[in-house]
């Protein structure tokens, strides 16, 4: 039986049941969200996602204007979560939910209803998923399964070996994809990954070379839970990179059943990217769980998000053992997981108190 949320906040690997976390990596400089993006994933310059209002009705016109209102009103500047660091739990978790406490009048479920991105959500999923007795669990992929160095901080330094590199291709202008086919390809290196269609891509496209770190125990843990649930790939990322790196750790769809990209988060204000949990429509919240490392991500629905520490690079790492152990011992069992993580981690209790003390 669980606890009740104690006064202290908890991790994963605060709790008697779980393996103490790695020793940590040194504090990296905490970033502000814009600036986080220009150094990672979503920085690549492809077409984000835009609520358009072509083609809606009366109310879902006025319901995405007044979503579109509420937003225009926030004032506060989230941070990166590369600020997600362990040992830096407390400051984050306080941070990120002062900032979710002012968007208590934003209707997300406008953006959502409004969105052809959601509407044209495929039919087969959404049957698959609705039939399964599994709870759902999505996954994200960036710090939480893997890291991608866009910024290039560990090529070619000692001691430092990528697990993978991933080739995938973006709209960028020509000079910059025969650059970097030019400088960057390593014929040699049998771990690199690549679209089988990418080079029938036309010359419009920029080839990206990337190296990536996956998370220990990253492999044993998709295997593990895809015995007991329906795993998916929720990112805020493009699908042409996430797909290489998805292709990669789940191959043949075997365990990664769904896949939802960048386009189908709800941007708020250019500040970050929500993944409503609604966008399931007709499948009940209680068996629905998102892994992720950003806080912001489940700002909508804050009882179905379990928050992990970020992941650079740490061969010591054994966060996915310590969520594995969650998810078996309380997840699984439960009748509603939203309960059972407010039980544990207390996001909404917190939440609460912020609010009532004007935070």
């Keep these: 039986m669980i606890e009740k949320s104690p006064n202290k906040k908890r991790t994963l690997s605060q709790d008697k049941y779980f393996i103490k976390p790695s020793i940590p990596l040194p504090s990296p400089k905490v970033l502000s969200l814009e600036e986080y993006d220009k150094r990672e994933s979503n920085k690549i310059k492809l077409p984000s996602n835009q609520i358009v209002s072509e083609v809606l009705s009366k109310k879902e016109a006025l319901n995405l204007k007044t979503f579109e209102i509420e937003v225009s009103k926030l004032n506060f ?55 399964s007795n599994k709870k759902i669990l999505a996954l994200d992929l960036d710090e939480t399964l ?7 901080n560990f090529n070619n330094k000692k001691n430092f070996k990528y697990d993978a590199k991933i080739f995938f291709y973006s709209e960028e202008n020509c000079e910059k994809r025969e650059k970097s086919q030019k400088n960057e390809k390593d014929e040699d290196d049998k771990s690199i990954l690549i679209e089988e269609d990418s080079k029938d891509l036309t010359h419009s496209k920029i080839l990206n070379i990337v190296g990536i770190f996956i998370r220990p125990e990253v492999k044993q843990f998709l295997e593990e839970v895809n015995k007991y649930f329906e795993v998916g790939i929720f990112t805020a990322s493009v699908p042409q990179y996430a797909d290489v790196v998805i292709n990669y750790l789940g191959p043949e769809n075997r365990i990664i059943k769904f896949r939802l990209y960048r386009n189908n988060c709800i941007e708020v204000k250019n500040f970050f990217r929500v993944k409503n949990w609604k966008i399931f429509k007709n499948i009940p919240l209680e068996k629905i769980i998102l892994l992720d490392n950003n806080m912001y991500s489940f700002a909508a629905q804050l009882n179905n998000g379990i928050l992990i520490n970020s992941f650079i690079y740490d061969k010591r790492d054994n966060e996915l053992s310590n969520v594995l152990r969650y998810l078996l011992n309380f997840i699984l069992p439960a009748e509603d997981v939203r309960k059972v993580n407010e039980q544990f981690f207390g996001f909404k209790k917190i939440l609460d108190k912020m609010i009532l003390n004007g935070f």
Excluded at 94 to 99: A, P, V
Excluded at 102 to 116: H, Q, R
Excluded at 118 to 130: M, R
Excluded at 146 to 152: E, G, N, R, W, Y
């Design 77 to 131: 500047h989230p941070i990166g979560s590369n600020a997600n660091y362990p040992g830096n739990y407390d400051v984050y978790l306080e941070t990120t939910l002062s900032h979710i406490s002012k968007l208590t009048n934003i209707k997300f479920d406008y953006a959502l209803e409004s969105c052809s991105n959601f509407k044209n959500f495929p039919k087969n999923i959404f049957e698959h998923l609705s039939l």
């Design 146 to 152: 893997i890291h991608a160095d866009f910024d290039k």
